[in-house]
C-alpha cells in the first residue's frame, strides 16, 4: 500500500465536496421556490374566499329584500279600506270579502 496517489485522492474529495455543496444548493433553492409557491397559492386561496363571501353576502341582501317587500306587499293588502265593486260600500281590507253583499274582495 505505499503507491498511494495522494494527489488523486485529494482531487477526487475536492470534487466530491463540490458535487455535494451544488446539490445541497440546489436542494435549498428547490425548497425556497415551494415555499414560495406555497405562500402564493395560499394568498390566491384566501382572496378567492373573501370574494366568495362578499358575493354570498350581496346575494342574501338581495333575498333579504325581495322578502322583506312581499311582506309589505302582504301588509299593505291588508292595512286600511277597501271599497266593493258591487254595492260600493267600504270596510276593512283584512275581510276577504264584503260584509254588505258578501262580494269577494278584488285583490
Known amino acids: ?3 498511494i496517489d495522494y494527489d488523486y485522492v485529494d482531487k477526487t474529495a475536492k ?3 463540490q458535487s455535494v455543496n451544488l446539490g445541497g444548493t440546489f436542494v435549498y433553492f428547490l425548497i425556497g421556490l415551494g415555499c414560495a409557491i406555497l405562500v402564493a397559492c395560499l394568498v390566491l386561496l384566501i382572496i378567492i ?3 366568495l363571501n362578499k358575493m354570498n353576502n350581496s346575494m342574501a341582501n338581495k333575498i ?3 322578502s322583506v317587500q312581499d311582506k ?3 301588509l299593505s293588502q291588508s292595512v286600511g279600506c277597501v271599497f266593493c265593486p258591487s254595492c260600493g260600500n267600504q270596510y276593512d281590507a283584512s275581510e276577504k270579502m264584503c ?3 258578501k262580494t269577494k274582495k278584488m285583490i
Open 1 to 3: 500500500m505505499e503507491n
Open 15 to 17: 470534487a466530491a465536496t
Open 49 to 51: 374566499l373573501v370574494k
Open 64 to 66: 333579504n329584500v325581495s
Open 72 to 74: 309589505i306587499g302582504d
Open 99 to 101: 260584509p254588505y253583499c
